[in-house]
């Protein structure tokens, strides 16, 4: 069976991070979903539009393997406020999930809704000093336990490689990435 994945948008959305998420996990055969938490059509952090497949409030009755959160500002903000997002990342750690979060979105969503309580995470260097535990703040890439967390646009690729790695194991990834020249 495909890996149910959820990847959240809004207006002001990092196209990079989202497209990134979105192309590697299809490439690994994964079922992506990207819902906004505004209206189908989302103008990204630099102006590209992005066309969701559906809301987010049309995805509160499922179950995710994945939840990765794409950053940018005021992208991650949007985000953030959105309840039912909220509802569902709780619903998430709670049943044991992975969710993910890169950029803007380890801060300003996960830590502000409770989600990074006791974990290693990295964030955005803008973002570095409201990061509360900043341990491994440095690093690329992080992973505790079901939480995975990013840097920013420039460590995209491998973020979404690490998604698939955890989703699906080392040898998938570096399926995947053999051809993208990684």
Do not use: W
Request: charged fraction near 25%.
């Amino acid at each position: 069976m495909d890996k149910q994945i959820l990847v959240p948008i809004a207006d002001g959305t990092e196209e990079i991070e989202a497209v990134c998420i979105i192309d590697v996990l299809r490439r690994a055969g994964a079922s992506v979903t990207v819902a906004s938490v505004d209206s189908l059509q989302v103008t990204a952090s630099r102006g590209v539009k992005l066309v969701a497949d559906c809301l987010i409030k049309d995805c509160t009755d499922k179950v995710y393997d994945l939840i990765a959160l794409p950053g940018g500002m005021p992208g991650a903000e949007h985000l953030r406020d959105s309840q039912d997002l909220r509802i569902l990342l709780e619903r998430q750690q709670k049943e044991g999930r992975l969710y993910a979060a890169i950029c803007a979105s380890p801060v300003v969503i996960l830590q502000h809704h409770g989600l990074l309580k006791s974990m290693n995470a990295t964030c955005h260097p803008a973002f570095t000093d409201t990061l509360v535990n900043i341990e491994a703040v440095e690093t690329r890439v992080v992973v505790d336990g079901i939480c995975i967390t990013s840097r920013g646009p420039g460590t995209a690729i491998e973020f979404a490689l690490k998604l698939v790695e955890c989703l699906y194991g080392k040898e998938k990834a570096g399926e995947i990435a053999e051809p993208m020249v990684i």
